[in-house]
T-cell receptor, first 113, second 110 residues
């Protein structure tokens, strides 16, 4: 089992461009969580998804951010029209069930220039 | 609503001293509590969970439902324990999120 895979590891975007962050959960895991970590700060929950469903998106900004976890393929966190304040590390975690341990990816470091 | 608090943003101790990282939570059901650690430039990894009741790297944590706490303790801190520590809560009910506290940065001084 390869673990949770996130790509790209580093992503540079100019202001106004779109950023697409991918997360492949561990095999057999149907629960995916996205978190944002700003420099020198802790993890901030963004969204919780199960296959094809958004369960909790209370941490997502209302505009420009969206997430999906299709039946086939990785989970995608999409940020449209990026701004400098979006620069952060974005972490994905997956778990096999509610209440079970969550396994983390290595994160995608987004830099908006 | 689920909530996890860690009152200390930064905790500095000397090598060999005891360390306690505080964690309090609010949850209406029976929670699953975890401690995660993030060493420099590495991904978050599970340190321990309350149901296993085991000691990892000398760390232990006891769930106190009366005080809604899950403090992390180690009797003798080592320099390699320096890292970011996150307390996390997950619920087994549908829709319950995996929520993390803000984290405590532990710095063990020589």
């Amino acid at each position: 089992n390869a673990g949770v895979m996130q790509n790209p590891r580093h992503l540079v975007r100019r202001r106004g461009q779109e950023a697409r962050l991918r997360c492949s959960p561990m095999k057999g895991h149907s629960h995916v969580y996205w978190y944002r970590q700003l420099p020198e700060e802790g993890l901030k929950f963004m969204v919780y998804l199960q296959k094809e469903n958004i369960i909790d998106e209370s941490g997502m900004p209302k505009e420009r951010f969206s997430a999906e976890f299709p039946k086939e393929g990785p989970s995608i966190l999409r940020i449209q029209q990026v701004v400098r304040g979006d620069s952060a590390a974005y972490f994905c975690a997956s778990s096999p069930d509610r209440g079970a341990e969550a396994f983390f990816g290595q994160g995608t470091r987004l830099t908006v220039v | 609503a689920q909530r996890v608090t860690q009152p200390e943003k930064l905790l500095s101790v000397f090598k060999g001293a005891p360390v306690e990282l505080k964690c309090n939570y609010s949850y209406s059901g029976s929670p699953e509590l975890f401690w995660y650690v993030q060493y420099s430039r590495q991904r978050l990894q599970l340190l321990l969970r309350h149901i296993s009741r085991e000691s990892i790297k000398g760390f232990t944590a006891d769930l106190n439902k009366g005080e809604t706490s899950f403090h992390l303790k180690k009797p003798f801190a080592q320099e390699e324990d320096s890292a970011m520590y996150y307390c996390a809560l997950s619920g087994s009910n549908y829709g319950q999120n995996f929520v993390f506290g803000p984290g405590t940065r532990l710095s063990v001084l020589p």
